[in-house]
């Protein structure tokens, strides 16, 4: 079914890089994840649209395309933090077009720091709109920015269905095999919830458990 070029006045980037990545992602991840990531893209223009900012719209889909594809069994790691293993598989496809290495670096910041408050405001626009729109669609975190018109278009175009529940067991089934990433990151709550036998790290205690004598 062909997608809408336009919702909420934003423009879906339709050129072949952004054809072929979005076409990758729909076919590696569940319509929980990647309609939440084209809701993402939307928001998050939406967001930049807002405060005035200047960014390129294919550069951004393309962070928030593959914001989540670390949670995928296709590519998540054994080690990394999903962010990384994300990051890394949209550079790996950059690469591959020959995409600039500036413009690379700077998808893969936004990936890799989207769960990450307070420092993507100050990177480059992408990467702060892929994590003005993760946190507007996961968490309503600037929800009175957007008009409601404009989050029901989006929401017409990509619905939440059982977002709330599914999208915190999609981070947990994509971390559990590796709860040691969750540490200094929002999703030790997620394994704190549905991991049986999880126990947080504490910062704390691993300075008091370090072998220097004091």
């Given at each position: ?7 909420a ?23 929980l ?12 223009s ?54 600039p ?71 947990a ?23 049986l ?18």
């Amino acid at each position: 079914m062909a997608r809408p070029k336009e919702i909420a006045g934003v423009s879906i980037p339709d050129g072949a890089l952004a054809v072929e990545a979005a076409e990758l992602v729909r076919d590696t991840e569940s319509d929980l994840l990647f309609d939440h990531s084209l809701r993402v893209y939307l928001f998050g223009s939406l967001q930049g649209r807002r405060l005035g900012l200047t960014f390129d719209p294919e550069l951004l889909y393309i962070g928030a395309l593959f914001h989540d594809m670390g949670l995928t069994e296709k590519y998540r790691s054994p080690k990394e933090r999903f962010e990384v293993d994300g990051a890394n598989a949209a550079r790996e496809f950059l690469r591959r077009h020959q995409v600039p290495e500036a413009s690379i670096d700077v998808v893969w910041d936004a990936i890799a720091l989207h769960t990450t408050p307070g420092i993507p405001k100050w990177k480059p626009p992408v990467v702060a709109l892929v994590a003005a729109g993760v946190e507007l669609d996961v968490i309503g975190l600037g929800y009175d920015d957007v008009s409601a018109q404009d989050r029901d278009a989006v929401l017409a175009a990509f619905p939440r269905v059982d977002f709330k529940r599914s999208i915190v067991r999609a981070f947990a089934d994509g971390i559990a095999h590796k709860p040691e990433t969750a540490f200094g990151n929002i999703k030790a709550d997620v394994l704190e919830r549905l991991l049986l036998g999880y126990v947080r790290p504490n910062f704390c205690a691993m300075i008091d458990a370090s072998p220097f004598p004091d």
